[in-house]
């Protein structure tokens, strides 16, 4: 059998821990840029004037309603909607975003940038009667921040 002599045996083993030491590293660091990386989503219950922050830079603002549906005891010609219009505030600006299952033109869900708005629940669900006064609206947004390209 052959053995290394003492002189490189004392220069190799530290090397070789060294090269260990720096593999994990690497695997940890590569490990913690994923996790921050993962898409999450998050809920928010939203009135007129209200907003709320979703990510350090970004802020999203319900502006108002826009309830054009026919209301209970009322004669239309057209079933009408309900749309949603919001501002995503950033150091860019504000973008405006609408939200709505039945307006033309429009979807209950956008992506913006790396951020997509999901309509879930809206209050109230259906018209208010006819000589009633304006409702106290609310909306449920599911707020989902995709993974940012590398």
Not at 116 to 141: G, H, I, M, S
Request: a positive charge.
């Amino acid at each position: 059998m052959h053995y290394l002599p003492l002189s490189c045996r004392t220069w190799l083993f530290p090397l070789f821990i060294a090269c260990l030491a720096m593999l994990a590293g690497c695997g940890a660091a590569g490990s913690a840029g994923d996790a921050e990386n993962t898409p999450r989503s998050v809920t928010h219950v939203l009135s007129p004037g209200q907003q709320v922050a979703i990510t350090a830079t970004d802020t999203l603002k319900l502006e108002r309603v826009n309830d054009s549906r026919c209301r209970k005891g009322a004669v239309c010609v057209w079933k009408g909607y309900v749309s949603y219009s919001f501002s995503l505030l950033n150091s860019a600006g504000a973008t405006d975003i609408v939200l709505s299952e039945s307006m033309p033109g429009a979807s209950s869900s956008v992506t913006v940038n790396h951020l997509t708005f999901t309509l879930l629940d809206v209050d109230p669900a259906t018209p208010p009667p006819l000589n009633a006064a304006e409702p106290a609206y609310r909306v449920k947004v599911k707020i989902t921040q995709g993974a940012l390209p590398r």
